[in-house]
């Protein structure tokens, strides 16, 4: 199912998210479909649940890197480690639309989270992947581009 995208100032953009505490449960499972067809739908690169009106720490990204395109589901992420080299790009936001804004962040990344699974996983990621989990592990932590 399409899910309407939530628009600033909405006051659930800025809230933290709670943690999933069942990864497994029908609920999310069922929240992770739509996240994908809606962000399929509307041609992102990224999409966080509480940008879909769910204050849960579950967001969506593609790569679309290499041969194929591949897209991360982090359940609880984190970044636990960030590069030293910054580099500012132009980004723009689902919850923001038609806004484009240069934001300066971390080259490189590595993101421990959980899987669709709920099993742990590691990513470390770099260039245009690496700044869009940036962007929805922000807004995770109620945290928009336009603070940046």
């Not at 849960?56 to 395109?69: I, T, Y």
């Not at 590595?110 to 962007?135: F, N, P, W, Y």
């Amino acid at each position: 199912m399409i899910l309407p995208i939530i628009t600033y100032p909405n006051i659930i953009l800025r809230q933290k998210a709670k943690k999933v505490k069942d990864p497994k449960s029908k609920e999310i499972k069922s929240l992770i479909l739509d996240m994908l067809e809606t962000l399929e739908k509307v041609n992102g690169l990224g999409l966080a649940a509480p940008q879909v009106g769910v204050s849960v720490q579950l967001c969506v990204v593609k790569n679309e890197r290499g041969s194929g395109s591949k897209t991360h589901i982090l359940i609880n992420p984190k970044i636990v480690r960030k590069s030293w080299g910054k580099e500012v790009c132009e980004e723009g936001c689902l919850s923001f639309p038609g806004k484009f804004i240069p934001i300066k962040r971390c080259k490189k990344v590595t993101v421990k989270a959980l899987d669709k699974k709920g099993e742990k996983i590691t990513i470390k990621a770099e260039g245009l992947l690496s700044r869009a989990m940036q962007h929805e592990i922000d807004h995770l932590d109620g945290v928009l581009f336009i603070d940046r």
